[in-house]
């Protein structure tokens, strides 16, 4: 794709001049699909024996025709309506020619100046400041078999692994619109956010279905024309993309301030220095020879089909959180958390709703506020049990279990301390928090004269204390509210605890 803003190369530096980066990025993603681009076999290649997911077409034998997966081709229009691109309607695949052992056909069915979206931009929070990232273009193609290098006892080798060949991969090409590492990370993150929402992609760059190539250049602050630049590949976290951008914009710095000129080239990111080393020059580069691929027909979108699919995107993640900090008043870093993935908002919304029909806490003006701390507090803590990416779905609670329990805490049945317990215990039978309640004795000490004998009981157990306080330590009064609450096994409110703990002391 040819860029519209002018370049120039970037030669050796005046002495004094300040550089600007810039950077733009080239995402490749696997479709989540149940079938690979252009043949039936499945392409959940992560867990599967090698070479087990392999046909004919993915081997790349000759004679034989590959079909579209329409499901892949439903996903990038998804991808590129939830990022405002222009749909054409018309499309073509093309073969991009070059000779690789991951290769299978010793072409690669892309898209080339056809592809399926134009343009669009994804809104991108950078520390609280809004940022707008334009793109050029995302295009449908597939991903190339899997190379993995050994060198052990037997001698150095490379093994094929061709279940990845032709797993449905699109590559989102952003413009060179970003300046920093930050930046380029935050947009990153907004777009694993999104394509994770609208379950476009498992976007997990640990597992490959998300890697990013980084493009680099410096130009004099104020110029607007573009410094030559150099292509980054080769990180696999997000941490990495930060580090190879920053060392890549410090070497470049450093070489324009020696005199030297930037080549243009494709470096590796080395994650043991941090720093990245050439991999190829522009001489080097491939022709890759595009022409048309002569076994598929174009893509033709009709509208009622685009449509269909925009009818998903009624409601983008940005857009939720910010009706969840408007219409439930939550803070934007409560927001945030809930709008994580599709599924947690949906929960949270269904508990909301539940609770909103349960007495003592849906007739209170802050209930969805209190239902967010469930979420963001305890549920939290032990989702994170079950890994970074747990939802309500993979345990045994349900957003009535969690409406439930907070409705008994806001009506006084239980305590906050009791509420933890109840929900360990849900979490790990999914008896519910009511039922709970009953079966363990865990009921609120409502009975006045109960806690007056406790509170007794620990005047009597804890003569120093009680000294300290009487002596004017006021802070004692806190332990002997932790002890009461110990022999009320927790099902005390503290706040009475303390009040008629002084009520003795005192009196
Ligand atoms: P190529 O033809 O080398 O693949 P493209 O024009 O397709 O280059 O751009 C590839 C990626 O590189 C895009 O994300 C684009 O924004 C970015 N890019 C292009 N020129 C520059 C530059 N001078 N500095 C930084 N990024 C650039
Ligand atoms: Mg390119
Ligand atoms: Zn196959």
Not at 327 to 350: N, V
Request: proline letters at 6%.
């Amino acid at each position: 794709m040819e860029c519209p803003i002018p370049v120039t190369t970037t030669g050796p530096a005046v002495p004094g001049t300040a550089y600007e980066p810039v950077i733009g990025l080239e995402v490749h993603a696997q479709l989540a699909t149940r079938s690979k681009m252009f043949c039936g076999c499945s392409r959940d290649y992560w867990d599967a024996a090698p070479n087990s997911h392999v046909c004919p077409v993915c081997l790349g034998m000759p004679g034989v025709l590959p079909v579209i997966n329409s499901r892949a081709v439903e996903l990038t229009v998804l991808t590129g309506l939830a990022m405002g691109c222009t749909i054409p309607p018309r499309a073509k695949f093309d073969r991009k020619n070059y000779p690789y052992p991951d290769l299978m056909k010793g072409y690669q069915i892309s898209q080339y100046d056809e592809p399926l979206c134009v343009g669009g931009a994804l809104e991108v929070d950078v520390d609280g400041e809004p940022r707008t990232v334009h793109l050029e273009r995302i295009h449908l193609e597939e991903d190339t078999a899997r190379l993995l290098h050994r060198d052990d006892e037997n001698g150095a080798r490379s093994l094929l692994d061709v279940n990845r060949a032709g797993v449905p991969l699109m590559e989102i090409v952003t413009r060179p619109d970003m300046h920093s590492a930050q930046q380029a990370v935050a947009f990153l993150r907004a777009l694993r956010q999104l394509l994770r929402y609208i379950g476009a992609s498992d976007a997990d760059m640990e597992k490959g279905s998300f890697r990013c190539d980084a493009n680099v250049s410096l130009r004099p602050r104020g110029e607007r024309a573009l410094g030559t630049k150099v292509e980054v590949k080769n990180m696999n976290s997000f941490r990495a993309v930060g580090r190879a951008i920053e060392s890549e914009i410090r070497r470049q710095r450093a070489a324009l301030e020696a005199g030297e000129r930037i080549v243009q080239e494709t470096r590796g990111y080395l994650e043991a220095s941090g720093e990245t080393a050439p991999q190829r020059s522009k001489e080097e580069a491939h022709d890759y020879r595009y022409f048309p691929e002569p076994d598929l027909p174009p893509l033709l979108l009709d509208e009622g089909r685009v449509g269909k699919l925009g009818a998903v995107l009624a409601e983008l993640p940005g857009a939720r959180r910010r009706r969840f900090e408007q219409e439930y008043g939550l803070t934007p870093d409560e927001a945030r958390t809930l709008t994580e993935s599709r599924e947690r908002a949906d929960d949270y919304e269904r508990t909301v709703h539940l609770a909103s029909g349960l007495s003592g806490i849906g007739d209170r003006d802050d209930y969805p506020r209190t239902v967010a701390h469930w979420f963001t507090g305890d549920v939290a803590r032990l989702l994170n049990t079950l890994g970074s990416d747990a939802e309500l779905r993979d345990t045994q609670l349900t957003p009535g279990h969690v409406a439930e329990l907070a409705g008994l805490v806001a009506e006084g049945t239980i305590t906050a301390t009791t509420a933890k317990q109840v929900l360990d215990i849900a979490f790990e039978s999914g008896e519910l928090p009511q039922s709970i309640v009953q079966s363990h004795g865990l009921a609120q000490v409502r009975d006045e004269g109960e806690i007056d004998r406790l509170a007794r009981e620990v005047i009597q157990a804890q003569p120093k204390a009680v000294a300290d306080y009487l002596g004017g330590k006021e802070s004692a009064i806190g332990f002997l509210v932790g002890q009461l609450m110990r022999q009320a096994r927790g099902r005390a409110d503290p706040q009475n605890a303390a009040r008629v703990l002084r009520r003795h002391l005192d009196g």
